[in-house]
């Protein structure tokens, strides 16, 4: 089945520091490539996205990146605030089955 | 549309009741999933629908659980003679799937909390 893993698991920055999470994955078959961002007694918001034609995509301070060989993604956060900090999971997938979900990373920006 | 909605949003129940969850996707979003959070634990897996067909179900989905999805449109999850074991964040989304094997957009609900004393 999907092995789906992130790194680092916490992670504390200065605000207005660069932040980098990675995602790794054992699917070939995956082909979309969302981030989420889960804040206390929320649910997941999607943040950004990618496909696998795509190696790269960038939304003002957040970004993804794809390497389809390796079967792994990362999300980038740049200039961080306070109010970024919370758990991001990616949920690596195709269309033809669920989304699983990565063990999550605890984004702390230290303000 | 405002996105999916979840309700209750909390349920506190006595260990051996039953309880129902209700979730509304965003509308004609074909596909509808339910997971369930742990604390620190990131969402796991339970079923999805697929319009009124429910298409796959999680082992973790023992026989005290059901889902239904019976118009196509909204979802109820039911949990018989809850257990401690049962508190969780129960989560849904829904995708609008286009067919194929492109995967695609999903959107989540706030959750429904569940404490079972």
């Known amino acids: 089945g999907e092995n789906v893993e992130q790194h680092p698991s916490t992670l504390s920055v200065q605000e207005g520091d660069s932040a980098v999470i990675k995602c790794t994955y054992s699917d070939s078959a995956s082909n979309y490539f969302p981030w989420y961002k889960q804040e206390l007694g929320k649910g997941p918001q999607l943040i950004i996205d990618i496909r696998s034609n795509v190696g790269e995509k960038k939304d003002q301070r957040i970004a993804v990146t794809l390497n389809k060989t390796a079967k792994h993604f990362s999300l980038h956060i740049t200039e961080t605030q306070p109010e970024d900090s919370a758990v991001y999971f990616c949920a690596p997938t195709s269309g033809t089955y669920k989304y699983i979900f990565g063990t999550g990373t605890r984004l702390k920006v230290l303000a | 549309d405002t996105g999916v909605s979840q309700n209750p949003r909390h349920k506190i129940t006595k260990r051996g009741q039953n309880v129902t969850f209700r979730c509304d996707p965003i509308?004609?979003?074909?596909?509808l999933y339910w997971y369930r959070q742990t604390l620190g634990q990131g969402p796991e897996f339970l079923t999805y629908?697929?319009?009124?067909?429910?298409?796959?179900k999680s082992r973790l989905l023992s026989d005290r659980f059901s889902a239904e999805r019976p118009k196509g449109s909204f979802s109820t999850l039911e949990i018989q003679r809850t257990e401690q074991g049962d508190s969780a964040m129960y989560l849904c989304?829904?995708?609008?799937?286009?067919?194929?094997?492109?995967?695609?957009?999903?959107?989540f609900g706030q959750g429904t909390r569940l404490t079972v004393v």
């Open positions: 509308s004609e979003h074909n596909r």
């Open positions: 989304a829904s995708s609008a799937h286009t067919g194929g094997i492109r995967g695609t957009e999903a959107f």
């Open positions: 629908f697929q319009n009124e067909a429910q298409l796959e």
